[in-house]
């Protein structure tokens, strides 16, 4: 907040959480200037039964949220809805976490997965910090001007689902907006198809930044043999060349809008046939038309100087 000597505020019992009901502790802080206060909205045992942020319910390896998750991993939500058997069953598992890391109890969460790499955010998302629309403006009554710690901003259509969002349904990973979204635009993404020219086996990497030539050879060398790896620094590209074609496929397969090095996602295209050049090209000679007003082309020269018949 405003003041520089307190960063964050801690309350012992503070709130309940909003998925167990259960007292837990509440840390409360704020992003950064002029952004909105944050406080954790669930228990640790349930952000870590999901493995989850405990203010934003978003998944803590990939950024999204739990729905998209649970459907890419095929994920089966056996968590009970009602008070009694939820609070047996949180009983039980805050007695297995303390026994085992959250992680281990769920092998799924460790697997890779295409989609959501493909899904997920590499930067920060700092639109969420920002404070919620000020509703005395909207109606034309807010006094404070400049010191109003709420947006002057006209609010969204209130039709729009991304308006209504319910954290119990975020955390249980049914109906919620953003997700359907995100599952959206993942069936929507454009795929990188070969080209038709079997000759071309190399692919173009772009976004590089400082990456060398040997940070590119050791995460392609696993799709097949590289015959030359050619880095452009000033455009911070790269072509890589495999020696064969199945390999060059793989590779654009299982890289494209996939690869992360660096903290960059590269951006991975086909590379071009070079056409051919040298003797194939024929110079074809213009012929212009003739100037009016210019004396004719001079007889050609022979070696009959006295005009007898042969």
Not at 15 to 31: A, D, G, L, N
Request: positive net charge; proline residues 7%.
């Amino acid at each position: 907040g405003d003041n520089p000597y307190i960063r964050m505020t801690k309350e012992k019992y503070g709130k309940e959480c909003k998925i167990c009901s259960r007292p837990f502790t509440v840390f409360r802080w704020c992003p950064g200037a002029r952004m909105r206060f944050k406080k954790t909205e669930v228990c640790q045992t349930c952000s870590k039964l999901k493995n989850v942020c405990q203010t934003c319910l978003l998944d803590l390896e990939y950024g999204l949220p739990i729905q998209v998750r649970d459907a890419a991993l095929k994920l089966k939500d056996d968590l009970p809805k009602s008070d009694v058997n939820k609070e047996f069953y949180i009983q039980n598992m805050e007695r297995d976490l303390a026994r085992s890391d959250a992680r281990s109890m769920n092998a799924k969460l460790n697997e890779p997965n295409d989609l959501l790499i493909r899904l997920a955010r590499t930067a920060p998302y700092y639109k969420r910090n920002r404070p919620h629309v000020c509703s005395f403006w909207v109606k034309g009554e807010c006094r404070r001007g400049e010191e109003c710690p709420y947006r002057h901003e006209k609010p969204t259509d209130p039709d729009d689902p991304l308006a209504d969002q319910n954290i119990k349904d975020r955390y249980y990973g049914v109906n919620d907006p953003v997700a359907d979204k995100l599952l959206k635009r993942a069936a929507a993404m454009p795929t990188l198809e070969p080209p038709d020219d079997k000759t071309i086996t190399t692919l173009y990497l772009g976004n590089l930044g400082v990456l060398t030539e040997g940070d590119i050879r050791d995460h392609f060398y696993q799709y097949g043999e590289i015959r030359s790896v050619s880095l452009v620094p000033k455009q911070q590209c790269a072509f890589v060349q495999f020696t064969t074609r199945s390999a060059a496929e793989t590779a654009a397969e299982k890289t494209f809008n996939k690869l992360i090095l660096g903290g960059r996602r590269l951006t991975i295209k086909w590379g071009r046939s070079q056409g051919r050049t040298g003797s194939s090209q024929q110079h074809v000679e213009e012929i212009y038309p003739a100037v009016p007003g210019l004396p004719g082309a001079l007889p050609e020269l022979s070696n009959n100087f006295f005009n007898l018949e042969p």
